[in-house]
């Protein structure tokens, strides 16, 4: 009987298997062969190959472990940030809102005629309230620096706008130091983030404060550099030793000068100079002979002033008039900073009015066509919406044409861009009541203008 073939390969498949293993054969012997002409032992080739086969094997699982270790570190570490992240936050507001409301107690308090002890005692709440933002500050900003949370929002601007305002701030505290600030304007416009090189020129000018001994002159200014503008800050302080200048920017580095036994510095302010620097790609330079003073300065591109998106209409320096009867409404969930809000723009010659809600805002709108020339407005309120939200709202709702000013402890180039896009000035808590006093002055001459 015939044996069935249905499950049997037919003869034509055998043939052609046949012919690949011949083929597979004869290519084997050549490589051998080959090898023997070049090794007496023909088969080190193979014997080589396992070899590195196993090492192959071992390296790729030693590879895979350390890839599923360095995974649970980065898991860690994202962790670790978020936690940092978040830890911010609560820091940035939590922390800096009482604060803020005793820096603006304490800017009331000081703008009553005090005589005495009084005086003396208000000066030194001043001080300790300095020292605890500086510090806070200082470690609030290294923090987010090292997070990542600081992204820059380079933008176009006449370097004036910041210069000014600068120069009108550390005039005045120079007069109550005893120390002279000069000031050169300059009519570059610069391509930077104002909000982060403001950062670097305030600690130049802190620090010559700090270590400028009274009666001594401090200079502000700027020198053209090709396509670029040099800004200088230059002090008669104590001077830096020559093998001492490389140290400055070290972290937690304090160089003995011997100045002011009474000064809490950390060490990190020029540290977050040259982070700061370095995220904007702008070069730091500082000069100093001991006991002569110093130059520090940093180099900022310019653009043309014609050039497409430069901002203009900055806050510009105050006259002490511009806020006499002026109207202002400020919007604070907090009950202190209200409280401390009316009594210190109250003693600026305002008219203020104050509300821990929006509803609250909203039924004074209602009720009147005469609206505020400001609203400063706290950008995290208990409700649903942010105070940003909420003033958006409201100007659609009531076509409130009013200022906005919107205070805040997010620093983030996002908030701003927000803001800024609305056409809302902000002011990073905890406010310096002089700063607010600057900004609340142009303002009000804007909105006048307006008017």
Not at 112 to 120: A, F, Q, V, Y
Not at 429 to 445: D, E, G, I, Q, S
Request: charge should be negative; charged fraction near 25%; include cysteine.
């Amino acid at each position: 009987m015939k044996e069935s073939t249905d499950h049997q390969p037919s003869y034509d498949a055998l043939l052609h298997e046949n012919n690949r293993l011949k083929k597979i054969n004869a290519a084997l012997i050549e490589r051998v062969e080959a090898g023997a002409a070049f090794n007496t032992a023909p088969y080190a080739a193979f014997e080589h190959a396992a070899t590195l086969a196993d090492q192959v094997r071992e390296r790729t699982e030693a590879l895979s472990v350390a890839m599923s270790e360095l995974r649970e570190t980065n898991h860690a570490l994202t962790q670790a940030n978020l936690s940092r992240t978040k830890f911010l936050a609560a820091l940035s507001h939590d922390l800096l809102q009482p604060l803020n409301a005793a820096r603006l107690f304490t800017g009331a308090l000081l703008d009553h005629n005090l005589d005495g002890e009084l005086k003396h005692l208000g000066n030194s709440i001043h001080r300790s309230l300095q020292d605890v933002d500086s510090l806070l500050g200082t470690l609030v900003d290294i923090s987010r620096l090292d997070a990542g949370v600081i992204k820059p929002d380079v933008s176009c601007f006449p370097i004036s706008d910041l210069l000014d305002n600068l120069a009108a701030e550390f005039q005045q505290l120079g007069e109550m130091d005893q120390r002279q600030v000069r000031y050169y304007p300059s009519s570059c416009v610069v391509t930077t983030d104002l909000v982060l090189l403001a950062r670097i020129l305030r600690n130049f000018l802190t620090n010559a404060m700090r270590y400028t001994p009274p009666h001594s002159r401090i200079v502000l200014g700027c020198r053209r550099r090709k396509k670029a503008v040099e800004i200088q800050v230059l002090d008669q302080g104590v001077g830096i030793a020559d093998d001492q200048l490389e140290l400055i920017f070290e972290e937690f580095r304090r160089v003995h000068t011997g100045a002011d036994p009474q000064d809490r510095g950390l060490g990190l302010g020029l540290a977050i100079v040259e982070k700061i620097a370095g995220m904007l790609d702008h070069s730091i330079k500082v000069q100093s002979i001991k006991g002569c003073g110093s130059m520090f300065s940093v180099t900022v591109p310019c653009v043309e002033p014609n050039t497409e998106g430069v901002r203009q209409g900055l806050v510009k320096p105050m006259d002490h008039q511009a806020l006499d009867l002026s109207r202002i409404w400020v919007l604070d969930n907090d009950p202190d900073i209200c409280t401390a809000m009316v009594s210190l723009l109250t003693g600026w010659g305002c008219q203020v009015e104050a509300f821990q809600h929006t509803q609250a805002l909203e039924q004074s709108l209602l009720q009147t066509t005469d609206h505020p020339d400001v609203i400063i407005a706290d950008y995290h309120l208990d409700e649903a919406e942010s105070g940003l939200d909420g003033v958006q709202r409201l100007q659609q709702d009531y076509a409130l044409k009013s200022e906005v000013l919107l205070i805040t402890a997010n620093h983030t180039s996002v908030l701003r861009q927000q803001a800024r896009l609305l056409g809302f000035k902000v002011l990073n808590k905890p406010v310096k009541p002089l700063k607010l006093k600057v900004t609340l002055a142009h303002l009000v001459r804007q909105q006048r203008v307006k008017a």
